[in-house]
């Protein structure tokens, strides 16, 4: 009934007192109203926490077991690969193993959880083992291990193949495993900074300490002892491996820090550390705090992820609070995976992320990278440049034809590709602008540096590729142009590399045809441009004409209506079987032989074969319009008889005119 009490009923109340005082009453009435408002303070203050209080839900039975621990999840961007360590189905509680499951799309259950064998089976009961972390493409798996009785805890990778099963670990190459000890690897999404962890000088030397105390398996002891570590991260060469580590700037390190976590943006980072300047609780426990790089590189103040001190948030615990794994892509929510301690063992959770938590969106972008010419497919340097948050820019070897890498809201890029023998490439991305206008895919034609030039030898009279011929291509003035590249690409086909500038001859030659060449003119061109030319090559054995006759001593003179009379109708359609070659070849010339028969003097003779080579010319170059530079005329008289001169008809047949075709140098 107090609930519904109010000042309206107070005044109903207390206006008959008016007329009879009564102390007592009064008394009553004030106390209970003190009694009212001190509920209502009460009720009010719930409600104020609810209100705050994200809500996080635990994981399913199929994937947290009674008594074992859940520990250290890692999370796909989608939001459906789950790897995690737990201690289920060991002998003791010490004996930690990788776990995967994964969520179905469409009913949202997770399946049976099962033992990454290609992994676990390197390990024996007692191996510290564990802090998986997933590749932003989900194909690699980092974690820490120690094997045996020697040595420290070092980090280790493993790839999923083709047919979903994992490599055998690897420790990872590259400065980063120091002989000392180094845990809890997280990867940017791009692949190129491996976050991790270090003793810190000073720190506790006990291996099992650094591990143990994590999972809480003695608060008590690592509330008053901790461990503590340095961050680190390290950036990927070119041949694949960590160069040497850096730590983490200020204002990022505290006095004790332990778990470092990239986010999917590759800009944001959520860490474990005590800080009494900012936490209200005990300065031996470790809370979740969170830092972004800016633009610029530095990186914001940490954050401490618990809405106040006096409402805890579901990331918040009396155990040490870390290992946090974000979902991105998880929709409708960005979810952060996390393990929280409840009492008698580690659990996993989800945890809906504050807006100002939230990592920013990304885009696989994806180049298909070819030869601009013949479009084959290329391997170039990759040299990325983050025009905003500079410390994020690297250096990559491309797939061969393909490069594929993350970017993040809010970032410029600028990439430029690069290959020997090829014009650079470069390009800017820019995703600080709407997400409509983000360019995630790109077309990379790479130019060779010079003229590319084709030459093709073909028949002349087939116009079929000539397959065993040879050519080759040199400057027309010495000192000037350089050709590079030169091969045969096919049967009757030559690529070369030409300098620009200047010009250049090809050549092409074959068995049994006659040589010919081609000028190539480069003074106008420019690296990236292309020429193509053809050398036509022709056997000339295999081109015929008909001889044409005449009749005897004809023609009698030189002039035009004489020489038009001495050819025959059976002469003019040899001749204009000739112009129709001359035609379509024209670089081959003819070369006109004419004879006659033994009758008569010789001088008269060579004067007749003469006049009937120029009969033959006069057709050809006034009739037919072909050029007079393209006919050699040979006269040879009686001296070249194609058969005795012992009958009529072979008499005939040595008053001829022959056709040679010859090609125009």
Known sequence: MFKSLNLNNLNLIIKPMKQRVNYVSLMILFALFLSVKTQ???????????????KRERMPNVINTLLHDEYAPAISPDGRTLVYQSNKGGKTWEYYRLWHSMRDTVTGFWTEPKPIDEINGDFKQGDIFGGPALSYDGRTLYFFAKMGDGGSEDIYQSTKGADGKWSKPEKVAGAINSGDYEGFPSISPDGMFLYFVRKKDGGSSSSTAGAESDKGKDSKAATKYPSCYKMFVAKRKLDGSFGEPAELP????????????????GQSLFFSSTRTWLSPKDSKDFDLYYSMMQPGGAWTAPVLTDMSPWVKSTMYSYQPDMLVSVAPNDNPHVLAYFNAYMGASHELFTYPLQERFKPKRTCWFNATIVDSSDLKKLKPTVKVSNLTRDPLSYDKMSDEGKFKTVLTEGNKYRFLFELDGYEPVTFVVDLTKDMSEWECSKMVKMRKKGVLAT??????????????????????????GKVSEFKKTGPGKFFALLEPGTTYTANGTADQYE??????????KVAGDTINREIFLFD???????NINFETARPRTLVEKELD??????????LDKVYKFMSDYPKVSIRIEAHTDDRGGDAYNQGLSERRAAAAKHYLT???GISADRLEIRA???????????SPANLALNRRVEFKPVLKR
Request: net charge negative; proline share 9%; with cysteine.
């Open 565 to 574: 009379a001495a050819l025959l109708p059976k002469a003019r359609a040899e």
């Open 636 to 646: 040879s008289g009686e001296k070249s008889p194609s058969v005795p001169n012992n």
């Open 40 to 54: 209502a303070q009460t009720i009010a203050d719930r409600i104020t926490k609810a209100d705050v209080q994200p």
């Open 455 to 480: 030459v093709t030898i073909l028949d002349g009279l087939t116009n079929e590729l000539i397959a065993e011929s040879n050519a080759d291509i040199k400057p027309d003035e010495s000192g000037k």
């Open 250 to 265: 200020s204002p990022i390190p505290g006095d004790c820090d332990k778990h470092v976590r990239i986010m999917p943006d």
């Open 540 to 546: 000339l054995s295999k081109i015929v004409f008909q």
């Open 515 to 524: 040589p010919s060449s081609v000028s190539l003119d480069l003074k106008n």
């Open 622 to 624: 006034k009739t037919k």
